[in-house]
């Protein structure tokens, strides 16, 4: 089925679920005396099969007052002037609810819309629709929907109803949400690379089948094994040892082969100098991934997760407070989480005691250089017998290498010819010796 047919069966299974919603509302507004006429049928409508809604509404198990609430959440999305009415009129705000947009023209519902919605005159049944704002609802559980802001002052019934943009994109467009801009401090991690072009030592590659295992079947640990309630949730796992090793590839490789985005933290957009900053940057970034099934990546996080110190000032105050968040943030966290760090002496001890797993990433053997330097020339450059001599003596890291291989790629082309000297060989090491600070 082409993008376009997806759309439009898409399009077919939105209409039926909103005006299934309209005969509702128009229901509960009878109900409460604000219209007359008579009621209409509030039978569930059977979704197309094969429709983005369709799926979503199966894969979380919907029911009607889950799909109800979900519609409601949509219609500032898709179809706001149905809800223009309850915007208008004094005597239906007063039992609805809702928000006048800033900029957006039309009402925002709020959890008292929902409720309104859900019970009518009933108390019993408004009573009753608390329990899908409860955690533990799969509405909230799942990350379908959302409650914003409301002032402390104001009842919980005032926040806004709001659609999780991963819910929307899927609802909408058939794919995820791709996170992004200032609210966001990460970024997709990708690569062009497969599991098979990663070269390490055979024990890393045993240690690394514990996170694939992990993420593959971490599930089955409750309801096959009964393993629940002494396993913490998700799982943590801290990648160290020289720069250039492969810890950043292995993150990205990790994500391809288990189908789970990773997002590699921006510590620079996280860690700031002022106090109570750094835990608020992190409670956001948190709080958007717990409910997604998201890899978070920390790269060189020692730059967040360093040792405490002795208090001294203010500032070490808070630095220690950031730091025992941080570790109760993390130990929360249903999710993978990596981390790496060239350093693990920087490492405070607390949390290396929170890993599940530590995977060691030492400098390439004489056998993994050969076959990073086989890799990363490829094909078509020609090395010379003693320019073939030179590289098993070379100890170089994996990106060293590709650094060097670039360089000579680069000659190459420049010169018109694919042969690769000794010569040439060696300037290129000295150079990336010097850029590294070692020559």
Not at 196 to 221: C, N, S
Not at 248 to 263: D, E, F, N, Q
């Amino acid at each position: 089925m082409s993008f376009h047919e997806s759309a439009a069966l898409n399009a077919q299974a939105l209409a039926a679920e909103l005006e299934w919603f309209a005969r509702m509302l128009n229901n509960c507004l009878l109900e409460l005396g604000l219209r007359e006429g008579e009621k209409e049928e509030e039978t569930l409508p059977v979704l197309p099969k094969g429709a983005w809604y369709s799926e979503f509404v199966q894969h979380h198990a919907l029911g009607g007052a889950e799909r109800l609430v979900l519609v409601l959440a949509l219609l500032p999305h898709i179809r706001p002037e149905l809800l223009n009415e309850l915007l208008r009129r004094e005597t239906c705000k007063k039992h609805f609810g809702g928000i006048q947009g800033k900029v957006f023209p039309g009402m925002l519902p709020t959890v008292q819309t929902a409720l309104t919605l859900l019970g009518g005159q009933s108390l019993f049944y408004q009573l009753a629709g608390w329990e899908l704002f409860a955690p533990e609802s799969v509405l909230l559980r799942e990350a379908i929907v959302q409650l914003g802001f409301r002032p402390p002052e104001e009842p919980p019934a005032a926040a806004p109803l709001l659609v999780d943009e991963d819910a929307l994109s899927r609802i909408c467009r058939g794919q995820p949400h791709e996170p992004s801009g200032e609210e966001f401090p990460a970024h997709r991690l990708s690569t062009r690379l497969e599991w098979e072009d990663l070269v390490l030592p055979p024990f890393v590659g045993r240690q690394l089948q514990d996170i694939l295992d992990w993420a593959e079947r971490g599930d089955k640990l409750s309801w096959v094994l009964g393993m629940g309630k002494h396993v913490r949730p998700g799982y943590k796992a801290l990648f160290y040892g020289p720069p250039g090793t492969g810890k950043t590839l292995t993150a990205a490789l990790i994500g391809k082969r288990t189908g789970l985005p990773v997002y590699r933290v921006d510590l620079s957009r996280v860690v700031s100098k002022y106090i109570g900053e750094t835990q608020k940057n992190l409670e956001q970034l948190f709080r958007r991934a717990e409910n997604k099934a998201w890899i978070l990546f920390f790269d060189e996080a020692d730059a967040l997760f360093n040792k405490r110190t002795e208090v001294e000032s203010a500032n070490d105050r808070h630095a220690n407070q950031e730091t025992a968040y941080l570790l109760q943030r993390l130990e929360n966290h249903p999710n993978l989480t990596l981390m790496a760090t060239n350093m693990l002496t920087n490492i405070d001890a607390a949390f290396i005691r929170r890993f599940n797993s530590g995977v060691f990433f030492p400098m390439p053997g004489k056998d993994e250089r050969l076959r990073l330097w086989k890799a990363c020339l490829g094909d078509k450059l020609k090395l010379t017998e003693e320019a073939m001599a030179l590289l098993s003596e070379q100890e170089l890291s994996g990106g060293q290498i590709a650094n060097i291989a670039l360089r000579l790629g680069l000659w190459a082309l420049r010169q018109g010819s694919l042969e690769v000297t000794a010569e040439a060989l060696k300037r290129a090491v000295q150079l990336d010796l010097v850029l590294q600070g070692k020559s």
